[in-house]
């Protein structure tokens, strides 16, 4: 039996070249094998969504809001759904919820630079003094004021 990443797969190919009633299928089947798989999860919504099923694209992406509460993805496919659906208000919300999701990413604060020697160095330019000719050439755009 392929692993569930093999069935995703194919479901992915399914939906990929316009075959949204198989991808629905093949993710149905995957969810009954293992109903905490998200990516499956969020890409049934977004096959219903798709397929033009905006009430069923609603119900699959709040299972997998469920499973994941902050991913940015989640809140972007509802913002959509909600929006076909014709509900502003909650299209608004989740579109919001997607740009928090967005923002809170890696909280952590950057990490310190190496000391000094310990990392790679920028190639420095060499110091070099231009020469200056002893004689400037003539210029003859401008006008002799003699």
């Known amino acids: ?21 198989a991808a629905i299928e093949r993710l149905r089947a995957i969810l009954a094998q293992d109903p905490a798989y998200f990516d499956a999860q969020l890409s049934l919504g977004g096959a219903y969504f798709a397929r033009g099923d905006y009430a069923a694209a609603i119900a699959e992406g709040h299972k997998a809001e469920q499973l994941k509460p902050h991913d940015q993805w989640v ?15 909650a299209a608004e919300h989740h579109a919001l919820q997607a740009r928090v999701a967005s923002w809170r990413g890696n909280m952590a604060p950057p990490a310190a630079p190496p000391p000094d020697g310990a990392g790679l160095e920028m190639a420095k330019p060499k110091a070099t003094t231009p020469k200056v000719p002893e004689k400037f050439p003539d210029m003859p755009w401008k006008k002799n004021k003699s």
């Open 1 to 21: 039996m392929p692993s569930l990443q093999d069935q995703f797969d194919e479901a992915m190919f399914e939906f990929s070249t316009g075959h949204c009633d």
């Open 75 to 89: 809140h972007t496919n509802l913002s959509r759904a909600y929006m076909k659906a014709g509900d502003k208000t």
